[in-house]
């Protein structure tokens, strides 16, 4: 199932504080979004294993909005129905690639760190 | 492009708060309508989709709440930053405007600047002496000084004086309603140590429930027990002051234990005083004694002696005492053991006086003049606040176009007034920070001449910084006043069709008024000077039958040491001899009693007539003097002859009697060679009157009703009484002079106490100040504030003769002759220095009939003072317009019209 139920028990990811924002960021590269598209596309592409309500996007993306690094637009969707669309703005997009570059620097040394053979690490 | 940057530059207002929130919904619908939509396209049915939709969003009304709370936060944010960008503006507008007048400007702000500093300074005055209750005492506002009933000889009535006795204060104590009564004497000068060693202190002496009842807590050690001021002797034991435990004992905490020889005395230190604390007075206390435990406590009957009157008393209220009830009791205790208070008036009452005692009842010449000045020092403000006013409005109008302009863009009035308010600020702020820079360099003066033996605290009181934000948002909002409305009232179509040329009448008008405004205060200050320096000038000149510049008063308290009566006179001897060959001294002589310190009554009886005339200064009094006395002091021997050596203690009995006795007694005949008796016994011969001396000054006063003194030989005197030495120097009294007579003094006898050397210049010198005061104060505010009124006015005609270039230049080529050209602006000139005259002397006229108790011989309404102000307003005027009104009539016709 990719949009319905929420997901209980050991199956829903606690989120890490400010990953979020670089979830949705990650999302508008794709092109302007309202928040119901970002929602479902974050849903799609986590398998359902982000523990989140769809208000906690809004959050985010007046929270990005807030520092420039979003704007938003009033639009109409393919079905004729009104939505606040959101795009990356050019600061956005140097903070993403910024953001992500330390994300993945940062998981890479826990990474290798947590799997370390124990006996190895000792020798 | 970002949305805020736009808002900026529209100047869009920002949203409400509803606005905000209306948007969130409208997002959040779409939201949920979007999720429904792709939930049907599953399969779901309608409702059931619509449902599963809301509860993946969440609860609606939290997710608003929290995106509303967000979003203000960012709003406000974005509020405050864009007001300290409009403020920022505003400054830089205001330096600007500032920079294109600078001397203008400067001008502006000192004067400012002094305005506030001369109300700092005064205010922090007043405040001290009237407003704060004595600085160390705690719940102020329950003491009180005790106003008593004493027996008059004069009027055989009795007298409200705020001095009385150990007698009056012990039975005062028994009042039950005083939760507390104190007794304390005055600071007087002692002498600490012995020889060249010695040195002045000033000792006050206190009940032990003195600091008890203001509740000052010791910096150090103790104060002294009930048990150690109990009559007729009480321990000798001191408490010194802090600044003279700081000073003279280097602040060490050894100091308790120590003991202090005051004259002649031995006091063990058992405590120090709290920093500041002076009891009730503003002179600092370097030691503070037992009123028991002082030495002449020990010479009389002081605890039963009604009649000397040394100590004042305070009391503190029980709480919620009824105020008659305490003074019903306490009146009735003072009568009850005074019979000759009761018996002159059974109706006598005590008053219960502020503890603030500038507050009265009786005069206080340093608050009424501090007061006055502090008067003075808001009306130079004010005129200050005119020129800042003035400089406003000329820029509001040269701007009139600039801000019909901005008015027409649609930027808002309020923005404009806050451009005026921001750029008053600015200058008021500026004029502050100089004043109490100012204040701080100068503090030293204003406490010299304002009060001279008093310690003000000059850290700024709550009562000076609220005086101060008052007086700063005063000027603030008075200078902006006229121009704010000038601004607000500019109507955009006719501003922007009119040229500079036809600015109307109505601006002129204000400056106009403004400029008559300075003129009237700054007169009404001149003639204030000038009634000072009238004043001062007779005080000055009032003939004291000393002359108070060169002439010392030297004396030691050698029975303080136990010197008889032999050794005392040897002394004195010695010390004439000695004091002779100082240099600078012209002559020394010794006296019995001092003049305007300290007089002795006698007997007077002239053979043949029942009395003398009695006068109400009380006397006679008399005085016994050597040889060179009415030389050394500069008194005129108006007829017969001063003594000389031959008036020894066997030759014939001789007596010197001053002018007033001479006019009064023998109003019509010549005293000279009457036989008087001087004393009461029959058996001692009469003595012969051989001179008549000017009358002596007998108060420290410079105004004093006649008073009756007569003289005898110093070597004919009988009876007890210290000898003091008058020392004329050949010139004015310096400090070396005083320093090297107090010197050879001391090395006399190795056990002498301090010698006390002063000049009478100094003795009667605070008798001046108040005119002193006043002359120089007012003369100094009064020419700081007709410069600037003179500058307001040529500014006024220099902005007339530009402004109607084009009309001077039109009459010019028609004919008009330069004379006529330049009376236009003569006649203006002296139309608003006449408005201004007239009113500066017509409210001069009015106040200064208060001034009159603080003046000397003058009218308030002496014709001259006016006369002369008058006169030097008019010419300054007249001189100050001469210039513009050249540039009037060199107008060239041709260039004017061109021009336009």
């Given at each position: 199932?990719?949009?319905?139920?929420?997901?209980?028990?050991?199956?829903?990811?606690?989120?890490?504080?400010?990953?979020?924002?670089?979830?949705?960021?990650?999302?508008?590269?794709?092109?302007?979004?309202?928040?119901?598209?970002?929602?479902?596309?974050?849903?799609?592409?986590?398998?359902?294993?982000?523990?989140?309500?769809?208000?906690?996007?809004?959050?985010?993306?007046?929270?990005?909005?807030?520092?420039?690094?979003?704007?938003?637009?009033?639009?109409?969707?393919?079905?004729?129905?009104?939505?606040?669309?959101?795009?990356?703005?050019?600061?956005?997009?140097?903070?993403?690639?910024?953001?992500?570059?330390?994300?993945?620097?940062?998981?890479?040394?826990?990474?290798?760190?947590?799997?370390?053979?124990?006996?190895?690490?000792?020798? | 492009?970002?949305?805020?940057?736009?808002?900026?530059?529209?100047?869009?207002?920002?949203?409400?708060?509803?606005?905000?929130?209306?948007?969130?919904?409208?997002?959040?619908?779409?939201?949920?309508?979007?999720?429904?939509?792709?939930?049907?396209?599953?399969?779901?049915?309608?409702?059931?989709?619509?449902?599963?939709?809301?509860?993946?969003?969440?609860?609606?009304?939290?997710?608003?709440?929290?995106?509303?709370?967000?979003?203000?936060?960012?709003?406000?944010?974005?509020?405050?930053?864009?007001?300290?960008?409009?403020?920022?503006?505003?400054?830089?507008?205001?330096?600007?405007?500032?920079?294109?007048?600078?001397?203008?400007?400067?001008?502006?702000?000192?004067?400012?600047?002094?305005?506030?500093?001369?109300?700092?300074?005064?205010?922090?005055?007043?405040?001290?002496?009237?407003?704060?209750?004595?600085?160390g005492?705690?719940?102020?506002?329950?003491?009180?000084?005790?106003?008593?009933?004493?027996?008059?000889?004069?009027?055989?009535?009795?007298?409200?004086?705020?001095?009385?006795?150990?007698?009056?204060?012990?039975?005062?104590?028994?009042?039950?309603?005083?939760?507390?009564?104190a007794?304390f004497g005055?600071p007087?000068?002692a002498?600490?140590?012995?020889?060249?060693?010695?040195?002045?202190i000033t000792t006050t002496a206190a009940s032990a429930s003195f600091f008890d009842l203001l509740?000052v807590q010791p910096y150090l050690g103790r104060f002294y027990s009930e048990?150690e001021d109990?009559?007729?002797?009480g321990s000798p034991v001191a408490v010194v002051g802090y600044g003279y435990w700081k000073?003279a004992l280097?602040?060490?905490s050894?100091a308790i234990g120590r003991t202090l020889?005051i004259?002649?005395?031995?006091y063990t230190i058992i405590g120090v005083a709290p920093p500041r604390f002076n009891g009730?007075?503003?002179?600092p206390v370097d030691v503070w004694l037992p009123l028991t435990g002082q030495?002449?406590?020990?010479?009389?009957?002081?605890?039963?002696?009604?009649?000397?009157?040394?100590?004042?008393?305070?009391?503190?209220?029980?709480?919620?005492?009824?105020?008659?009830?305490?003074?019903?009791?306490?009146?009735?205790?003072?009568?009850?053991?005074?019979?000759?208070?009761?018996?002159?008036?059974?109706?006598?009452?005590?008053?219960?006086?502020?503890?603030?005692?500038?507050?009265?009842?009786?005069?206080?010449?340093?608050?009424?003049?501090?007061?006055?000045?502090?008067?003075?020092?808001?009306?130079?403000?004010?005129?200050?606040?005119?020129?800042?006013?003035?400089?406003?409005?000329?820029?509001?109008?040269?701007?009139?176009?600039?801000?019909?302009?901005?008015?027409?863009?649609?930027?808002?009035?309020?923005?404009?007034?806050?451009?005026?308010?921001?750029?008053?600020?600015?200058?008021?702020?500026?004029?502050?920070?100089?004043?109490?820079?100012?204040?701080?360099?100068?503090?030293?003066?204003?406490?010299?001449?304002?009060?001279?033996?008093?310690?003000?605290?000059?850290?700024?009181?709550?009562?000076?910084?609220?005086?101060?934000?008052?007086?700063?948002?005063?000027?603030?909002?008075?200078?902006?006043?006229?121009?704010?409305?000038?601004?607000?009232?500019?109507?955009?179509?006719?501003?922007?069709?009119?040229?500079?040329?036809?600015?109307?009448?109505?601006?002129?008008?204000?400056?106009?008024?403004?400029?008559?405004?300075?003129?009237?205060?700054?007169?009404?200050?001149?003639?204030?000077?000038?009634?000072?320096?009238?004043?001062?000038?007779?005080?000055?000149?009032?003939?004291?039958?000393?002359?108070?510049?060169?002439?010392?008063?030297?004396?030691?308290?050698?029975?303080?040491?136990?010197?008889?009566?032999?050794?005392?006179?040897?002394?004195?001897?010695?010390?004439?001899?000695?004091?002779?060959?100082?240099?600078?001294?012209?002559?020394?002589?010794?006296?019995?009693?001092?003049?305007?310190?300290?007089?002795?009554?006698?007997?007077?009886?002239?053979?043949?007539?029942?009395?003398?005339?009695?006068?109400?200064?009380?006397?006679?009094?008399?005085?016994?003097?050597?040889?060179?006395?009415?030389?050394?002091?500069?008194?005129?021997?108006?007829?017969?002859?001063?003594?000389?050596?031959?008036?020894?203690?066997?030759?014939?009995?001789?007596?010197?009697?001053?002018?007033?006795?001479?006019?009064?007694?023998?109003?019509?005949?010549?005293?000279?060679?009457?036989?008087?008796?001087?004393?009461?016994?029959?058996?001692?011969?009469?003595?012969?009157?051989?001179?008549?001396?000017?009358?002596?000054?007998?108060?420290?006063?410079?105004?004093?009703?006649?008073?009756?003194?007569?003289?005898?030989?110093?070597?004919?005197?009988?009876?007890?009484?210290?000898?003091?030495?008058?020392?004329?120097?050949?010139?004015?009294?310096?400090?070396?002079?005083?320093?090297?007579?107090?010197?050879?003094?001391?090395?006399?006898?190795?056990?002498?106490?301090?010698?006390?050397?002063?000049?009478?210049?100094?003795?009667?010198?605070?008798?001046?100040?108040?005119?002193?005061?006043?002359?120089?104060?007012?003369?100094?505010?009064?020419?700081?504030?007709?410069?600037?009124?003179?500058?307001?006015?040529?500014?006024?005609?220099?902005?007339?003769?530009?402004?109607?270039?084009?009309?001077?230049?039109?009459?010019?080529?028609?004919?008009?002759?330069?004379?006529?050209?330049?009376?236009?602006?003569?006649?203006?000139?002296?139309?608003?220095?006449?408005?201004?005259?007239?009113?500066?002397?017509?409210?001069?006229?009015?106040?200064?009939?208060?001034?009159?108790?603080?003046?000397?011989?003058?009218?308030?309404?002496?014709?001259?003072?006016?006369?002369?102000?008058?006169?030097?307003?008019?010419?300054?005027?007249?001189?100050?317009?001469?210039?513009?009104?050249?540039?009037?009539?060199?107008?060239?016709?041709?260039?004017?019209?061109?021009?336009?």
């Open positions: 199932m990719t949009y319905g139920g929420r997901q209980t028990g050991s199956e829903a990811l606690p989120l890490l504080k400010g990953t979020v924002d670089l979830l949705v960021l990650k999302a508008l590269t794709l092109g302007p979004m309202h928040g119901f598209g970002i929602a479902l596309w974050l849903e799609e592409h986590s398998s359902g294993t982000l523990n989140m309500d769809d208000s906690a996007t809004y959050q985010v993306l007046h929270r990005l909005e807030s520092k420039d690094l979003v704007s938003a637009e009033w639009g109409v969707t393919e079905n004729n129905r009104k939505a606040r669309y959101y795009r990356l703005t050019a600061a956005g997009r140097k903070h993403l690639r910024a953001e992500t570059e330390m994300w993945l620097r940062y998981t890479r040394s826990v990474t290798s760190i947590l799997t370390l053979d124990p006996r190895a690490a000792r020798a | 492009m970002n949305r805020d940057f736009l808002r900026r530059l529209f100047r869009i207002r920002p949203r409400t708060r509803d606005e905000i929130e209306a948007e969130f919904r409208e997002e959040i619908e779409a939201h949920v309508a979007l999720a429904t939509d792709y939930l049907v396209r599953r399969g779901l049915p309608a409702d059931e989709a619509r449902r599963l939709a809301e509860a993946r969003f969440g609860e609606i009304n939290r997710a608003v709440r929290d995106l509303v709370k967000s979003a203000q936060i960012r709003e406000h944010s974005v509020q405050r930053r864009e007001w300290w960008d409009s403020f920022g503006q505003n400054v830089r507008v205001a330096l600007r405007q500032m920079r294109r007048t600078p001397a203008l400007t400067c001008a502006i702000t000192a004067s400012l600047a002094i305005g506030i500093g001369a109300n700092l300074a005064m205010f922090q005055v007043v405040d001290r002496l009237l407003l704060s209750p004595p600085p005492v705690t719940h102020a506002d329950a003491v009180r000084r005790l106003i008593l009933p004493e027996y008059n000889f004069f009027t055989r009535g009795t007298s409200q004086i705020a001095t009385t006795n150990y007698a009056t204060y012990a039975d005062l104590r028994a009042v039950h309603r005083f939760a507390r009564v007794a005055f007087s000068d002498s600490l140590g012995r020889g060249s060693e010695a040195s002045a509740g048990r109990t009559p007729p002797a000073r280097g602040g060490a050894g020889l004259d002649g005395k031995s009730l007075d503003v002179t030495s002449f406590a020990f010479d009389a009957d002081y605890l039963t002696d009604r009649g000397s009157l040394w100590l004042q008393v305070v009391a503190r209220l029980a709480p919620h005492v009824d105020e008659r009830a305490v003074v019903a009791e306490a009146s009735a205790a003072v009568l009850r053991n005074n019979e000759s208070v009761s018996k002159a008036n059974p109706h006598a009452r005590v008053e219960l006086a502020s503890i603030i005692a500038a507050r009265g009842p009786g005069t206080h010449p340093d608050a009424t003049v501090a007061l006055w000045l502090l008067g003075v020092s808001a009306a130079v403000l004010l005129i200050a606040c005119a020129n800042v006013t003035t400089l406003l409005l000329t820029r509001a109008v040269q701007r009139r176009q600039e801000i019909a302009i901005r008015l027409a863009l649609g930027v808002s009035r309020w923005r404009l007034l806050q451009q005026l308010l921001v750029e008053a600020a600015a200058i008021v702020v500026v004029a502050a920070i100089a004043a109490f820079i100012g204040a701080e360099l100068t503090r030293g003066i204003v406490e010299r001449l304002l009060v001279p033996n008093g310690a003000i605290d000059y850290t700024l009181s709550s009562h000076s910084a609220i005086m101060m934000g008052i007086a700063m948002l005063t000027v603030i909002g008075v200078a902006t006043l006229a121009p704010s409305l000038h601004a607000l009232g500019v109507d955009v179509s006719s501003a922007l069709k009119e040229s500079s040329r036809s600015v109307s009448d109505s601006r002129l008008r204000i400056r106009g008024a403004l400029l008559i405004f300075q003129v009237a205060l700054s007169v009404m200050l001149l003639v204030g000077a000038g009634l000072f320096v009238q004043s001062l000038r007779n005080a000055e000149g009032t003939r004291l039958g000393i002359d108070a510049d060169r002439v010392l008063l030297a004396q030691v308290d050698l029975t303080a040491v136990g010197m008889d009566s032999l050794r005392t006179s040897a002394f004195w001897d010695e010390a004439v001899r000695r004091v002779t060959r100082v240099p600078h001294v012209a002559s020394a002589s010794l006296s019995i009693a001092v003049p305007m310190m300290f007089s002795m009554a006698g007997t007077f009886i002239v053979p043949g007539r029942d009395s003398i005339p009695k006068l109400e200064t009380g006397g006679p009094y008399k005085n016994g003097v050597d040889a060179h006395y009415f030389s050394t002091i500069g008194a005129r021997i108006l007829r017969g002859r001063a003594f000389t050596a031959g008036d020894t203690r066997g030759s014939a009995k001789v007596v010197v009697i001053n002018e007033s006795m001479a006019r009064q007694i023998w109003p019509n005949a010549n005293p000279i060679g009457a036989c008087v008796r001087i004393y009461r016994a029959d058996t001692i011969p009469c003595a012969t009157i051989v001179g008549v001396v000017e009358d002596i000054h007998h108060h420290q006063q410079i105004r004093e009703g006649a008073t009756f003194q007569y003289y005898v030989p110093y070597s004919q005197w009988i009876g007890g009484g210290s000898a003091a030495m008058l020392v004329r120097l050949d010139g004015p009294a310096r400090g070396s002079t005083i320093a090297s007579v107090r010197r050879t003094l001391q090395a006399i006898s190795p056990d002498t106490p301090f010698p006390e050397v002063v000049s009478y210049a100094d003795i009667i010198d605070p008798q001046l100040r108040p005119w002193k005061l006043g002359a120089s104060m007012f003369s100094a505010f009064g020419a700081l504030a007709f410069v600037v009124s003179v500058v307001g006015l040529y500014g006024l005609l220099s902005y007339l003769v530009t402004q109607r270039r084009y009309e001077l230049g039109i009459r010019a080529a028609l004919g008009a002759q330069a004379g006529r050209l330049m009376s236009l602006v003569l006649g203006k000139a002296l139309a608003l220095i006449a408005i201004g005259l007239t009113v500066g002397l017509a409210l001069a006229a009015a106040l200064s009939q208060r001034l009159a108790p603080l003046l000397l011989d003058v009218s308030p309404h002496d014709w001259h003072v006016y006369g002369w102000t008058a006169a030097l307003a008019a010419l300054a005027g007249l001189a100050t317009a001469v210039l513009p009104a050249r540039r009037a009539a060199s107008v060239a016709p041709i260039e004017a019209l061109r021009s336009q």
